[in-house]
C-alpha cells in the first residue's frame, strides 16, 4: 500500500517567482516522491547494489515517471558529473532515426572519466520515436550496454516495439491517489501563500484526474488570473462547464421542449466557448453521482425520449 513520503523541503529563495510550479516543486530525490513507493524501493536497490537495468517507465501523465528517473540520476552522479554522465531527450527534440545515429549513439559510445561505471540515457516520450528510429535504438542498446543505461518514458507502451519492451525492466505509474495529491498540494499552497477554498481543492484533484502537473499548473494558472481559487475559479480557468451550468442545461433538456431546449445550450455553448465533449462528460457526471432527479434519469436514457442532441448541430 502506497504511503505518503515526508513533505520536500522548500525550494531555494533563490529561484524565480516566475518560475512554473510543476518545476519549482519537482522532487529532487528519491524520498520526496509522494507514490509508487514499491517501485522506488525497487529501483532504489538497483541502485544501491550498482545493477541498475535498462528501464522502461510507463502511465499516464503527471503521474512521476520523469521525476523519478531525474532523482535516480542526481543520486547516482554529483553536480559535476551529471552533465557528461546523463543525455537527456525530450518532445522538443527529433524523434527520427538520425536522433538515435547522431547524439544518442555518440553519447553511448565514448567512455566516461568518472568513477561511476555507466552513463544513464534518458529518453522521455518514446512512444513519440519512429518504428525505424526504435529499431536503430535497439542495436545501440544491445552494443553498449556495457557502459550505458536507458530509461525510456511513454505514455503507451503499446508504441513501444516488444524488442525494446523486451531488453527493459518495466515499471508502470498509475494516476495518485486524493489522499497521496492533497497533502503535496497544502505544502505548495502553504509556500506560495495562495488562497484556496475547500472545494476549490476538490476541484483541482477532480478535474486533474490523478495528474499532479495538471493539479499544479491548474492551482498556478487559477491563483494568478483570480486571486482565490475557488470551484467556480478553476472550472472557469480550464474552460469546464459549472456545475450551475450543467444543472441548467439538464433542466431546459427534462422540462423545455426540444428547439428551445438546443437554442439554450448552442447559446451557453457559444457564448462561454465550452466544448462539446465536457459538456457530455460533464452531464454525465453529474447524473452519476445522482445530482440529477431519478425521474429526471430515467426520462434521459428512454428509447422514446425526445432530447437527443445532434452533437454535429452543436
Avoid at 465536457?278 to 432527479?293: K, S
Avoid at 431519478?294 to 428512454?302: N, V
Wanted: one cysteine or more; glycine letters at 4%; proline letters at 6%.
Amino acid at each position: 500500500m502506497e504511503s505518503a513520503a515526508p513533505k520536500p523541503p522548500p525550494p531555494p529563495a533563490g529561484k524565480s517567482r516566475n518560475l512554473p510550479w510543476v518545476e519549482k516543486y519537482r522532487p529532487q530525490t528519491l524520498n520526496d516522491l509522494i507514490s509508487h513507493q514499491d517501485i522506488l524501493s525497487t529501483i532504489q536497490k538497483f541502485i544501491s547494489e550498482d545493477r541498475l537495468p535498462h528501464l522502461l517507465l510507463y502511465g499516464p501523465p503527471g503521474t512521476g515517471k520523469t521525476s523519478t528517473i531525474l532523482a535516480c540520476a542526481k543520486q547516482l552522479y554529483k553536480d559535476k558529473e551529471f552533465n557528461a554522465m546523463v543525455l537527456e531527450l525530450n518532445a522538443s527534440d527529433d524523434r527520427g532515426i538520425d536522433v538515435v545515429r547522431g547524439p544518442i549513439l555518440s553519447f553511448a559510445s565514448t567512455r566516461t572519466i568518472f568513477k561511476k561505471g555507466f552513463k544513464l540515457v534518458i529518453l522521455d516520450e518514446a512512444d513519440a520515436m519512429t518504428q525505424d528510429a526504435q529499431n536503430a535504438l535497439r542495436r545501440v542498446i544491445e552494443k553498449f550496454t556495457e557502459n550505458t543505461r536507458f530509461c525510456l518514458i511513454c505514455n503507451y507502451l503499446s508504441k513501444i516495439i516488444p524488442a525494446l519492451q523486451s531488453r527493459c525492466t518495466r515499471f508502470r505509474f498509475g494516476p495518485l491517489t486524493p489522499e497521496l495529491m492533497v497533502p503535496r498540494l497544502q505544502h505548495v499552497i502553504k509556500e506560495e501563500m495562495a488562497d484556496v477554498s475547500e472545494d476549490g481543492m476538490k476541484a483541482l484533484v477532480t478535474l486533474s484526474s490523478g495528474d499532479m502537473r495538471r493539479a499544479l499548473n491548474i492551482l498556478q494558472s487559477t491563483t494568478m488570473a483570480f486571486g482565490k481559487v475557488t470551484e467556480d475559479t478553476v472550472y472557469t480557468c480550464t474552460g469546464h462547464p459549472l456545475k450551475s451550468d450543467i444543472a441548467n442545461i439538464l433542466d431546459w433538456m427534462l422540462n423545455q421542449d426540444f428547439t428551445t431546449a438546443y437554442k439554450k445550450i448552442l447559446e451557453l455553448k457559444t457564448l462561454k466557448g465550452l466544448a462539446l465533449h465536457d459538456i457530455l462528460t460533464e452531464i454525465h457526471l453529474f447524473v452519476h453521482r445522482g445530482n440529477a432527479p431519478l425521474a429526471g434519469q430515467h426520462d434521459m436514457w428512454s428509447p422514446r425520449s425526445n432530447m437527443h442532441i445532434h452533437q454535429s448541430s452543436l
